[in-house]
């Protein structure tokens, strides 16, 4: 059975940092490319950022570029979101997020979820 | 990377059809790779639909999709009160980025 665990999140002032990570179990962490997808009230479901299986590759959508990384390590079976620099904005529950498929990079299939961090940037 | 367009809100009786709509670009659904995410709030979303119109293990067969140029659509046949949820679509967008849409609020009566 697939699980992904989540640890990280929290209340942190504009400006400031955090860290997501996602603890993963129950199929072959280095072949998927793994995701991070984030909700908030007033927009509903944002991809974030994916990272390919062998960490070749990252991709990130415009609003978090240059401020957070991805990273994952497949000797531990985690993923983790470094997030800078936050801002009002970024105030969401952040999921890790599995593809059904294997590819390099994320196709929005995502087959299995996270319990989701919530990350509140506060002034 | 602009959200696909969804309606806010769709409503349906229990055992009707309801189909919503999500509206993009002609080269976001270039790709097969449109999706369809069912969120009951303050739970993890769920994969219903793939690849527009696969469902995962285990999805009742009451959900289906299509894709028609620039628009995709997600049918709830036979809709029951379980199905009251946000749905999300999402696609593949051509360059190693996904969007999603708005979302749409589903009530059933």
């Known amino acids: 059975e697939v699980q992904l665990l989540q640890s990280g999140g929290g209340l942190v002032q504009t400006g400031g940092s955090l860290r997501l990570s996602c603890s993963a179990s129950g199929f072959n962490f280095m072949n998927f490319a793994m995701t991070w997808v984030r909700h908030s009230p007033g927009k509903g479901l944002e991809w974030v950022a994916t990272?390919?299986?062998?960490?070749?590759?990252?991709f990130y959508t415009d609003s978090v570029r240059g401020r957070f990384t991805i990273s994952r390590d497949n000797s531990r079976k985690t993923v983790s979101l470094q997030m800078n620099n936050l801002r009002a904005r970024d105030t969401a529950i952040y999921f890790c997020?599995?593809?059904?498929?294997?590819?390099?990079?994320?196709?929005?299939?995502?087959?299995?979820w996270g319990q989701g961090a919530l990350v509140t940037v506060s002034s | 990377q602009s959200a696909l367009t969804q309606p806010a809100s769709v409503s349906g009786s229990p055992g009707q059809s309801i189909t919503i709509s999500c509206t993009g670009t002609?080269?976001?659904?270039?790709?097969?790779?449109v999706s369809w995410h069912q969120h009951h709030p303050g739970k993890v979303p769920k994969l219903i639909i793939y690849e527009v119109n696969n469902r995962p293990s285990g999805v009742s067969n009451r959900f289906s999709g299509s894709k028609s140029g620039n628009t995709a659509s997600l049918t709830i046949s036979g809709l029951q009160a379980e199905d009251e949820a946000d749905y999300y679509c999402?696609?593949?967008?051509?360059?190693?980025?996904?969007?999603f849409g708005g979302g749409t609020k589903v009530t059933v009566l």
């Open positions: 002609t080269s976001d659904f270039d790709y097969d790779f």
């Open positions: 999402c696609s593949y967008t051509g360059s190693k980025t996904v969007v």
């Open positions: 997020a599995k593809e059904l498929v294997l590819r390099g990079y994320s196709s929005g299939w995502f087959e299995s």
């Open positions: 990272i390919s299986g062998s960490s070749r590759s990252t």
